[in-house]
């Protein structure tokens, strides 16, 4: 397959894409993009960016709105995606989108992902979102004019700039269709380690000519842009070969050996599901191994810090991979034991200053670790410093930035600051945070940088003038990029080598001298056509959605089953994730999914190296027939929530559809009254641990089967956003409820679910309709009495879902005299009510679609009663609700309604990250509530901040048998 320019109209002359700054290698590289797809092969800081932008103000006149098409520039790191499309705003005047996975874009659909394309004509996004977007069809290859690929050598395998052209572009090249322009940037052909051949070079760049279908652009030599671009001189540094000594390591290996097995065995005493306890055992050997390697690497007092460290991060509910909670303690009090069998070998009178030839003689540092510092050093007479120092271990950024902020400052006053992917979930840094310690490191706040290969790529800072690798380069890609980060003249690329590591010193000379051996390659190839692509990019099975075209692939399905059940219900005890059991000696595959998917279990047979992959594919193909999984492809709960929630606004919480396991559904024991079902009582009571203003209530768990005797009289946490709730569980008793007090608990558990979580009870006479008869919501979660003799069920409370403002109201005419609020009649938006019948109420105010639980009447406040404001003036509520809300209060007489609003439910089986105060009642004018219910003001903060999640204790304690894959 040929590269030749695209079968489409060509643009518009009378705009000059071209930049009269532009360089005259630059202005070539346009004419060439212009003409074919094309691959920009040139030096790091040359303006392969600048040909890019030049080549989107070419395609400008297609992109302008109302157009349907648009340009997409892809860039591999979030820390990319501003700074790409800063660059394209800065030279033109296209409307330009930002898109990475913080934001969400995972719950997009398709009227969101149109509402972008309508606003915008350049869309500058990381590549997994875009193969995401084309997979789910939520827009077209088709309307795509200029595709552009920074740092484009990452084109292999299965990454997604791969996956877009293989699944997508070629087999659209084949049917003869419209296709984008593709511009690909890079300072490297090549991303792998070092060829032996200048044959073996030109195989590898042949075969990224052939995913990109385009043909690779160079310059003659490198002298042909080295008059414009400063390239840093490498200096190869050594350092002595001295270990850390071996009796030291001997003790700390047999230490740390012993604490694993510990652990192993505490994890088989634990109620732990199959897969749980896996992934723990997993994560317990690779701290070990993390921290064994800190030990050899770095030294003995970085290990300290490394164990510490671990054993302290906080578990962050976002991240997807985190393990089960208590899989998760044994991890981090392994860490933590790991760090004071480290402490014991050091001494307490030992310090970081001194000599560091001793600190390297006792193993507390290493000599490669002592050499960074003096390496540093040896640069403290530079003006304005700007370092980089390169490691490869997310864990070694983190310890190393500790350890030169505390020895630096004796010396220099410079500021360290490190930057490392997220994927370790060790203190994970917000793109926000990555941001500004880059901006800072450009303005001179920060002068050095301790930085995974996460910086390797694309960051742009022209007063760069040191580059450190630490640690060696894996392949010719990141030794040129990383190169590339010293922009400044007369800067140094520092590589610091072991005494005596030839084979190291070798694959460096490669290095060196890779670049120029690409150059040659490609221009003696360039007159070459693309070979069409290999037959096995075709072979790979897909399922297609005819009504929207969204297609999964064998390759992609894994991730989609992973996403599915990521959506399924879960809570910090359990997090659903499919299970494979594969049986070698027949090739068979079986795949069990969480037991609240209707899907229970997927089984093929086949080549045992695909087997996952066919039996997620077949997964998700049946998924989509039974309607889990959309016509695009996605997760039927994904879907749900853009409904409830509005475009757009997907984050992270811990709501989740109505789910209860069958496990915990017994049948009904025979009970004296006909008609009647047995319920087994368990009284939750709850101590707060933190001084409150609001009183507690305790709850009664009322539920169909008996809990296990180990359950009973257990205690627990919930945590509030104010503190810690100590529960604890106990047996009340049995009792008979008729059909009738179980719709009325059903009614009940429902009408206060809505309150907390959706805040509207607009539809909450369809959902009681339709639960009135669901048979599986056997389990309630009622408030208990303030009895002190005997705790009971607060059916005063329970009964007031059936409250009727029209049956209330023609009680108090008949029986005036039972009222306790002297008379008095008050105007609301339901009609006239006495203020009796405001005591102890939902109330709810249009205006601001809010709930609140009523305190009392204000007898001394009215609407022309004064407000003070936040700056210090007053404003009468009269006033203030005219001007705020619109409102004109008609009745400024009547007294005020002291209430306090209906707070956000959080989930007290998790962590909260923020405690936050308690805010402080409102005054509410009375004509403008609807009343909603009496009574639910019974219901006290504890049961308001628990009765989502309380179901969950029993679940969990029992989730051994909830999550084991079925026989």
């Avoid at 009870?761 to 009895?787: E, M, N, R």
């Avoid at 203020?835 to 609407?863: A, E, F, W």
Wanted: aromatic share 8%; proline share 5%; net charge positive.
């Amino acid at each position: 397959m040929e590269a030749v320019p695209m079968d489409i109209d060509a643009p518009p002359d009378h705009d000059d894409p071209s930049l009269p700054f532009a360089r005259s290698y630059q202005l070539e590289a346009l004419q060439v993009a212009i003409r074919q797809n094309t691959i920009s092969f040139l030096e790091t800081g040359s303006g392969k960016t600048l040909v890019a932008i030049m080549l989107l103000r070419h395609y400008a006149p297609f992109l302008r709105k109302p157009s349907p098409f648009i340009a997409v520039f892809l860039v591999p790191q979030v820390v990319l995606v501003r700074q790409q499309a800063e660059a394209v705003k800065a030279h033109g005047d296209l409307k330009v989108g930002t898109y990475w996975g913080e934001m969400g874009v995972d719950f997009w659909d398709a009227a969101i992902w149109k509402q972008e394309i309508d606003k915008h004509e350049v869309l500058v996004m990381t590549p997994q979102i875009l193969l995401n977007c084309l997979r789910h069809s939520f827009f077209k290859l088709e309307f795509i004019k200029v595709l552009i690929f920074d740092e484009c050598h990452h084109t292999g395998g299965k990454h997604p700039y791969a996956c877009i052209m293989t699944e997508f572009y070629h087999k659209l090249a084949c049917k003869a269709c419209d296709l984008p322009r593709i511009f690909g940037m890079t300072a490297s052909l090549i991303k792998s380690k070092c060829g032996t051949s200048e044959s073996e070079y030109w195989e590898k760049i042949k075969k990224l000519e052939t995913i990109m279908h385009s043909k690779v652009y160079t310059c003659v030599s490198e002298s042909a842009i080295s008059k414009y671009v400063p390239i840093s001189t490498p200096k190869l540094r050594f350092y002595e070969a001295l270990d850390v000594p071996g009796d030291l390591v001997a003790r700390l290996r047999f230490g740390l050996n012993n604490l694993k097995t510990k652990h192993e065995n505490l994890l088989t005493k634990m109620d732990l599901t199959t897969t749980s306890l896996e992934s723990t055992r997993k994560k317990l050997t690779r701290t070990c191994e993390a921290l064994l390697y800190c030990l050899d690497d770095l030294g003995l007092m970085l290990a300290s810090k490394a164990a510490k460290l671990l054993s302290s991060c906080d578990s962050d509910g976002m991240l997807s991979d985190k393990l089960d909670v208590f899989g998760e303690r044994v991890v981090k009090k392994f860490s933590a034991d790991a760090s004071m069998v480290f402490k014991s070998c050091i001494s307490t009178e030992w310090t970081l200053g001194g000599d560091a030839r001793a600190h390297v003689k006792s193993g507390f540092l290493t000599s490669k670790v002592a050499y960074l510092i003096q390496c540093l050093l040896d640069y403290r007479n530079f003006k304005d410093i700007r370092c980089i120092v390169f490691v490869e271990r997310v864990i070694t950024a983190i310890v190393l930035q500790s350890l030169l902020s505390e020895i630096l400052p004796e010396h220099v006053s410079w500021k360290t600051m490190y930057i490392a992917g997220n994927n370790s979930g060790l203190q994970t840094q917000t793109r926000k945070t990555q941001n500004e310690i880059v901006e800072e490191f450009r303005k001179g706040m920060v002068n050095i940088i301790v930085a995974t290969s996460i910086l390797e790529e694309g960051l742009d800072v022209q007063s760069c003038n040191l580059v450190i690798r630490f640690d060696p380069s894996a392949t010719v890609s990141s030794f040129i990029q990383s190169r590339g980060r010293a922009r400044m003249e007369n800067s140094d690329y520092v590589l610091m080598l072991r005494s005596g590591d030839i084979s190291g010193q070798c694959r460096l000379e490669k290095y060196l001298s890779s670049g120029e051996i690409m150059r040659s390659e490609s221009l003696r190839h360039a007159s070459n056509p693309c070979p069409p692509l290999g037959s096995e990019f075709y072979d790979e099975e897909i399922y297609r959605v005819e009504s929207t075209g969204a297609v999964v692939t064998s390759t992609s399905s894994i991730c989609l089953i992973h996403f599915y059940c990521s959506r399924l219900p879960s809570d910090g005890y359990f997090k659903p994730a499919p299970h494979f059991v594969i049986d070698k000696e027949t090739s068979r595959c079986t795949l069990y999914l969480p037991k609240s998917c209707p899907l229970p279990l997927v089984s093929v047979e086949g080549d045992i190296k695909s087997l996952k992959q066919k039996a997620c594919l077949q997964a998700c193909m049946m998924l989509h027939k039974i309607g889990s999984l959309t016509d695009y492809l996605v997760p039927d709960t994904v879907a749900e929530k853009l409904d409830d929630r509005g475009l757009g606004e997907e984050c992270y919480d811990d709501e989740f559809p109505v789910y209860f396991p069958p496990e915990a559904v017994r049948s009904h024991e025979s009970c004296s009254q006909p008609g009647s079902k047995k319920y087994y009582c368990y009284l939750i009571k709850l101590c707060p641990q933190y001084e409150s203003r609001t009183a507690v209530q305790d709850i009664v768990l009322v539920m169909c089967s008996e809990l296990e005797t180990e359950i009973v009289n257990s205690n627990f946490n919930l945590e509030d956003v104010r503190g810690s709730l100590k529960a604890t569980l106990s047996y009340m008793g049995f009792l008979d409820l008729t059909p009738m007090l179980v719709n009325l608990c059903r009614m009940f558990q429902i009408t206060v679910c809505n309150v907390l979580i959706h805040h509207s009870l607009d539809k909450l006479k369809g959902k009681i309709q339709a639960l009135k008869h669901c048979d599986h919501l056997d389990y309630f979660v009622l408030p208990a009495t303030a009895s002190a003799q005997k705790a009971s069920i607060d059916w005063t409370c329970v009964r007031s879902v059936l409250f009727s403002y029209k049956q209330a109201w023609e009680d108090h005419k008949k029986y005036p005299l039972q009222c306790n609020g002297a008379g008095v009649i008050v105007t609301t938006k339901d009609g006239p009510a006495c203020k009796c019948m405001l005591q102890n109420s939902l109330v709810y105010t249009p205006h601001n679609r809010k709930l609140y639980s009523t305190l009392g009447i204000s007898d001394k406040l009215s609407g022309n009663s004064f407000l003070s404001m936040h700056d210090g003036a007053s404003v009468t509520y009269k006033d203030y609700y005219k001007f705020r809300h619109g409102i004109k209060l008609d009745s400024s007489h009547q007294p005020l309604l002291h209430a306090r609003q209906i707070f956000p439910v959080h989930n007290c089986l998790l962590r909260c990250k923020q405690q936050r105060k308690e805010k402080g009642p409102a005054s509410l004018t009375i004509s403008h509530c609807l009343r909603q219910y009496n009574a639910l003001r019974g219901i006290r903060r504890s049961y308001l901040i628990s009765i989502p999640h309380i179901p969950v204790l029993s679940v969990c304690r029992i989730r051994k048998c909830l999550c084991r894959p079925a026989p």
